[in-house]
């Protein structure tokens, strides 16, 4: 159980670092070129490994699982990182970390047991939603409290997407690590295609200097998704859920870090509790 833990915890490393990263270039790079650097570059390294690999084709269960997988990625990434974009980075990563609380239930209502102190940190994350949506200044100006509303709504609908992404992951896996990665990547390459084409996007600006860290997100972002995929090959799905979102700690600390940061102390309990509710999930 330590092993598979750790590996979550990696995962949750690796996608917070991601986020930070993919979420603040996303404020002077378009969102779907943000996207479509990091899940091209998946796809392409998820073909390697499963060629090199040799795994025949997964059963339509698991096939089917990765491919909404992506969507789930896609559709989730998409708001996350225009959240991150446009909101306080501090309170809109513990709120679409809130999603764990769908693959628990899943996981519970599949055979998993769900401790008092799980109960608890649900309670506690709902609780930190609320006072970390609060804007910070009553007086502020109207669109400032709108770009916080709409931050805050794009974190929500995030977790969701995640609580969903978590849960497929789990089915996904049972198809080979790789299978999945390729799966889930080619349904989220389409994805963004998609996205970019409704922008109206119809040709790609020149990246510059912003390749690199872009290209970096993009390979931590399919590490983090392959180190998840091992964890959930042998630990049950609500404990390998939780573990691996805790990478809102990561997100906040860089943002603190390189940003400079800040909340208000109603906030700041606010995302207390929400990274304190899903640890105590995870106990």
Known sequence: MLATVLLALAASACWGT??????????????????MVSQGLGLVLATILVALGGRGLPGPG??????????????????????LATGTMSIVAPIAATGVVIPVVAGVLGGDHLASLQV???????????????????????????????????ALVAAVAFGGYFLLAHIGVRGGVGWM???AHVTSVIGVLGMAWVAGLRAPPALRGDFGLLALAGVLDFAATGLYGLANRHGQLSIVAVAGSL?????????????????????ALGVGLAVAGVALIAA
Do not use: N
């Not at 991601?18 to 996207?35: C, E, H, I, Y």
């Not at 698991?62 to 959240?83: E, H, K, Q, T």
């Open 18 to 35: 991601a986020d930070f990263t993919s979420g603040f270039k996303a404020r002077s790079v378009p969102l779907p070129v943000v996207l």
């Open 62 to 83: 698991p096939a089917a699982a990765s491919l909404g997988l992506g969507v789930c990625a896609v559709a989730g990434l998409g708001c996350f990182y225009r959240a």
């Open 120 to 154: 608890i940190g649900m309670c506690a994350a709902m609780a930190g939603i609320v006072l970390a949506a609060r804007h910070p200044d009553a007086a502020a100006a109207a669109a400032d409290r709108q770009r916080h509303r709409e931050a805050v709504a794009l």
């Open 181 to 183: 990665l390729l799966l």
């Open 247 to 267: 990478y809102p700690v990561a997100t906040v600390l860089l943002a603190r870090w390189v940003l400079s940061e800040r909340v208000v102390r109603l906030q």
